[in-house]
């Protein structure tokens, strides 16, 4: 198996325009920035669909803040956009930046961020191989 996974929309600045987790969520859904996974395998049939573990860490300021899995989202071989939805990363944000306060505001959850997005074939998939991770990191002042 060989594939790539990779955010399209960054760029070379570490900072980004959306300051919480909800402008953030909505830049996804907007298309300001896409996931894009893309996988080929020779071990499965072309219209076999393969299954994996999308696992997520976020951190601030350096330090782990969540780590989650979610498995059995079924992929085709091929080229295809993710949904920010089918990781954790906003979640996770929403629930640190909030601090159990009804309202986020932006200055709430400065510093620097870094979501990891992995993908990892489901216990029991007939697939060899790995998919290296990609991350995406800013920073909110």
């Known amino acids: 198996m060989e ?3 990779s955010i399209q929309g960054l760029t070379r600045s570490t900072t980004i325009q959306q300051k919480t987790p909800v402008a953030l969520f909505k830049a996804f859904k907007e298309g ?5 996974f893309n996988f ?3 071990d499965v ?3 076999q669909i393969v299954l994996f573990d999308m696992k997520t860490t ?3 300021n350096g330090k782990t803040i969540s780590e989650s899995s979610r498995g059995g989202w079924p992929w085709l071989p091929g080229d295809m956009f993710v949904p920010i939805e089918a990781f954790d990363a906003i979640p996770a944000w ?3 930046a909030e601090r159990g306060m009804p309202v986020i505001t932006p200055g709430d959850s400065k510093g620097d961020y870094e979501f990891t997005f992995q993908f990892v074939p489901s216990e ?3 697939v060899k191989g790995s998919i290296s991770p990609t991350t995406m990191r800013f920073n909110i002042e």
């Open 94 to 96: 929403q629930k640190y």
């Open 58 to 60: 976020v951190k601030h």
């Open 45 to 47: 049939k072309a219209d």
């Open 40 to 42: 080929k395998t020779t």
């Open 3 to 5: 594939g790539k996974l």
């Open 32 to 36: 300001v920035y896409k996931i894009n």
């Open 124 to 126: 029991g998939q007939n």
